[in-house]
């Protein structure tokens, strides 16, 4: 197995040592998440009795698959724990996510978890976030006025595209990349992009993350 994936696998497992049973759990989405999920199924195999609320149609096939029992909003609204990857992690634990198209349906069940646990392999820390793109989900209706004004906002932006088609997020909506460079104040920044006519959600998660467990070569690191 190639390192940087067994980071993954070492920070994933661990989380899973967080869910009791009875609890609600909020289901990530991303590589990471694919180990964590692992993981789980041996749990419920065991017995353990939980329910899960995926944030992506990839989560939900690969719970499936594994047995793991699902659950959705018409059910509840309660989630006592949400367990996701990340893209970038600052030092505030301030996130930056949906490099896989994901960040709308995370970032509502992240949302309404009681508590949010980020599982990471170590090269997602950062000091400051930015490097990486930042996804914003806009509706296809006027996208290209939706990007015009992200760019006034002081970014470069590429339209995200898969196998060379446009990329259709799983709520149907297109996703922008926005190449800010390194972001000052991502709060601040998430505010300003959320009050654009046809932006759906951002990919910055500010000040929601809990525990974030983050996978080394040989240990994991437990960041509050
Ligand atoms: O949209 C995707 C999600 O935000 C993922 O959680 C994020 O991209 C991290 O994924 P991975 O664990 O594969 O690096």
Not at 89 to 105: A, C, E, F
Not at 138 to 166: I, N, Y
């Amino acid at each position: 197995m190639k390192t940087s994936e067994l980071k993954k696998k070492i920070a994933g497992e661990k989380a899973v040592d967080s869910i009791e049973n009875g609890m609600t759990i909020g289901l990530g989405s991303g590589s990471t998440v694919y180990w964590m999920l692992r993981k789980l199924k041996e749990k419920v195999d065991s017995g353990l009795n939980i329910k899960g609320i995926p944030t992506s149609k990839r989560t939900e096939g690969w719970a499936k698959e594994f047995g793991i029992p699902l659950t959705d909003f018409s059910e509840t609204t309660k989630i006592d724990l949400a367990i996701d990857g990340a893209n970038e992690i600052d030092t505030n634990l301030n996130l930056l996510k949906g490099g896989g198209g994901s960040l709308v349906r995370e970032k509502i069940v992240n949302h309404l978890a009681n508590r949010l646990i980020i599982i990471a392999d170590d090269g997602k820390l950062c000091n400051q976030l930015g490097k990486h793109h930042l996804p914003v989900e806009v509706v296809p209706f006027g996208w290209k006025a939706t990007a015009r004004s992200l760019e006034q906002l002081g970014c470069s932006t590429t339209m995200r595209l898969q196998d060379e088609q446009v990329f259709i997020s799983d709520n149907g909506n297109y996703i922008i990349d926005c190449h800010f460079g390194l972001i000052e104040n991502p709060n601040k920044l998430h505010e300003q992009l959320k009050l654009l006519v046809g932006v759906i959600e951002t990919g910055l998660f500010c000040n929601m993350t809990d525990l974030a467990i983050i996978g080394h070569e040989e240990k994991v690191e437990l960041l509050r």
